[in-house]
């Protein structure tokens, strides 16, 4: 067996027995039809209406109010759109928007948009280049980004069922049409990403991030999970306290980064039915656990090791207790948000780890606490960027290739008794999830 990963520009080579191969798991294909734009388009030409949670048959298709009705009378529209470390495709979605707008009379003056940070960093120039696209000259003067730090620019506007203060971006309120927008994937612990997402965290204050994602701890805040998940149910209690009319436009991505379907209309319809094709495209079967992960992050998810992280807790879903996982990312730009890293290195072991974390929450902790746990059962290894020293920090030990880090792990495997250790490989393992049943 013979299997090429991505990193930055260039592909490692993995070699192993076919034997040893249980599966190379990846997004399931969803055949569809037509480009991006179009895609959208249709999306826009048959919104979705208010609608309850589906059952466990499916949406049902509620006709919906058309972007051109819903933006009729509206002079302050406000768009929100995703940072770079989504794959998000807002350019094609913007090319898919900005005709209806100009059809009914809404210009570049009417517009505003907010980019939805959460609590990352703001946008370097090239990335609004990449987010906006050829609509980077006309729309870059009406592009602003969220800080989730700066007090002055939140509004308050209640607590949440979990006691969570709701604080969110002022450019909200002082909008009298909202165009929320995004894509719709499976989320290690808000279930799933997209449609509320875009308010909690995406233009939430740092202390509503904070109070958020430490909901993360429970045992009910995992990828795919939405019924009873307390960081789900924190997002659709924001959605209540928002006046303005939202209409939004979600897509699903599919293996190969590209529109697979998009949604629009009611926020939380279309949110539903973007996760019923998410579901189809990101679950992937597999017969039984493996010995050995190897769970490689994409770009742009491999942009630090907080958003590699994903990869390393969809992987665990199918990893055997004692096994070793191999996260393949560069890491670009380091590890990200350093409360996670400096909680990990403060602790003795991943146990320890687990217990700090649960004596005093802030914000980042949940990914030291996901990490932990897997690294308390697991053997972890890294292809990375990111120096041996940082990673054994963090209880992950460095390799310099992939093929160096699964030598060793069959090795280890071999000498503890087991003369066949099987291996999965997640290609995309930032949105796969292995279910083996």
């Keep these: 067996m013979k299997i090429s990963l991505p990193y930055l520009d260039k592909t490692f080579s993995l070699e192993f027995p076919d034997e040893n191969l249980l599966a190379v798991a990846e997004p399931n294909e969803y055949k569809t039809e037509g480009a991006a734009e179009e895609l959208i388009a249709e999306a826009l030409a048959k919104p979705y209406g208010p609608a309850a949670a589906p059952a466990a048959g499916g949406m049902s298709a509620v006709p919906g109010t058309s972007l051109a009705e819903f933006l009729r009378g509206g002079r302050r529209i406000l768009i929100i759109i995703n940072d770079a470390t989504r794959p998000t495709p807002t350019e094609a979605i913007l090319a898919a928007l900005l005709p209806v707008c100009g059809e009914t009379g809404i210009g570049a003056e009417n517009l505003s948009l907010l980019v939805a940070t959460g609590a990352h960093r703001a946008p370097t120039e090239d990335e609004y280049r990449q987010i906006l696209g050829r609509f980077f000259e006309r729309l870059r003067p009406r592009c602003f980004y969220h800080d989730a730090r700066k007090d002055d620019d939140m509004i308050d506007i209640g607590t949440t069922r979990n006691g969570t203060p709701m604080l969110l971006n002022r450019r909200l309120f002082e909008a009298d049409r909202i165009i929320a927008t995004g894509s719709v994937e499976p989320h290690y612990f808000a279930g799933f990403t997209g449609g509320r997402k875009a308010f909690l965290p995406g233009i ?107 990869a390393i807790d969809n992987g665990a879903v199918a990893l055997k207790d004692g096994g070793t996982l191999i996260l393949v990312s560069s890491c670009r730009d380091g590890i990200g948000d350093e409360a996670y890293a400096k909680l990990l290195a403060a602790s003795s072991s991943p146990a320890d780890a687990i217990e700090r974390i649960r004596a005093g929450y802030k914000l980042g902790y949940h990914k030291a606490a996901k990490m932990a746990e897997v690294s308390g059962r697991a053997v972890v290894r890294a292809v990375s960027e990111l120096s041996e020293e940082r990673l054994s920090s963090m209880f992950i030990k460095k390799a310099a290739t992939p093929q160096q880090a699964l030598d060793e792990a069959l090795a280890e495997a071999k000498s503890n008794g087991n003369p066949c250790p099987k291996i999965l490989v997640l290609p995309d393992g930032c949105v796969t999830v292995p279910d083996p049943g």
Aim: hydrophobic share 50%; glycine share 2%.
């Design 204 to 310: 939430a204050a740092y202390k509503t991030i904070e109070a958020n994602h430490r909901q993360a701890l429970s045992p009910k805040a995992h990828s795919l999970a939405l019924e009873g998940n307390p960081v789900h149910e924190d997002m659709m209690d924001a959605l209540p306290l928002i006046k303005a009319p939202v209409f939004s436009v979600m897509t699903v991505l599919d293996k190969e980064q590209g529109v697979a379907a998009a949604t629009a209309g009611d926020l939380m319809a279309s949110f539903y039915k973007a996760v019923e094709i998410a579901r189809k495209i990101f679950c992937v079967a597999v017969s039984s656990k493996a010995d050995i992960v190897v769970s490689v992050a994409k770009f742009p998810m491999d942009i630090d090791l907080y958003q590699s992280q994903k």
